[in-house]
């Protein structure tokens, strides 16, 4: 079972350039989360998905935007990469239905530099 | 607004030693309740969850948490710590915005716990 799958594990951009990291699970989920994850700051979510189609806005959405083309896929895009968005990125699934919810489900993460 | 507090950033035990992290919440309704654990440069394991039912839950590695609603907390506990416990903690809150939209999965900024030996 692959579960979580993000790509690429690490990237270095320069300022400005924009990037999208790709994000896919295989477990038929319906929920499906962004998060950053900066030292002391814990997990921040950035924009989530309850289903293919739809997103809305976390925490800190500026700078990035979504698409949730499909139930399997979510990427993330920054259009102009900015030093403060050097970070970790976690990509989550999780299915959430009246009375089957379950836990999130993590990928490996994509540590982001920019320089 | 709704939000998840730990209030200890960083917890220092004696090997064998008892352990306790906080947990709180600020919701007005039960949230679904998780922590997670993650070691240095690792990914994210779930320890345990909290959905309904029976306030005192059992999780892997030996750890336990219980829901108290009075106080909206969720704190995790283990009776002996051993040295390969020695990461980050995170309690993370899943609930729906009060103003409408879909459940969203929100995080604490974490515990660090240092295991002595």
């Known amino acids: 079972n692959a579960g979580v799958t993000q790509t690429p594990k690490f990237q270095v951009l320069k300022t400005g350039q924009s990037m999208t990291l790709q994000c896919a699970q295989d477990m038929n989920h319906n929920s499906m989360y962004w998060y950053r994850q900066d030292p002391g700051m814990g997990l921040r979510l950035i924009y989530y998905s309850a289903s293919e189609g739809t997103t809305d806005k976390g925490e800190v959405p500026n700078g990035y935007n979504v698409s949730r083309l499909n139930k399997r896929e979510f990427s993330l895009r920054l259009e102009s990469a900015a030093p403060s968005q050097t970070s970790v990125y976690f990509c989550a699934s999780r299915k959430v239905r009246r009375g089957l919810n379950t836990e999130a489900f993590f990928g490996q993460g994509t540590r982001l530099t920019v320089v | 607004a709704q939000s998840v507090t730990q209030p200890d950033i960083h917890i220092t035990v004696s090997e064998g030693a008892s352990l306790e992290l906080r947990c709180n919440y600020s919701?007005?309704?039960?949230?679904?309740l998780f922590w997670y654990v993650q070691s240095p440069g690792q990914g994210l394991q779930l320890l345990l969850k909290?959905?309904?039912?029976?306030?005192l839950v059992q999780g892997i590695k030996g750890f336990e948490a219980e829901f108290k609603r009075s106080q909206s907390s969720f704190n995790l506990r283990k009776p002996s710590v051993h040295w390969s416990d020695a990461a980050e903690y995170f309690c993370?809150?899943?609930?729906?915005?009060?103003?409408?939209?879909?459940?969203?999965?929100?995080f604490g900024k974490g515990t660090k716990l240092t295991v002595n030996p």
């Open positions: 993370a809150v899943g609930f729906k915005p009060p103003q409408g939209g879909s459940e969203k999965l929100v």
């Open positions: 909290y959905f309904s039912g029976d306030t």
């Open positions: 919701y007005g309704a039960t949230p679904y």
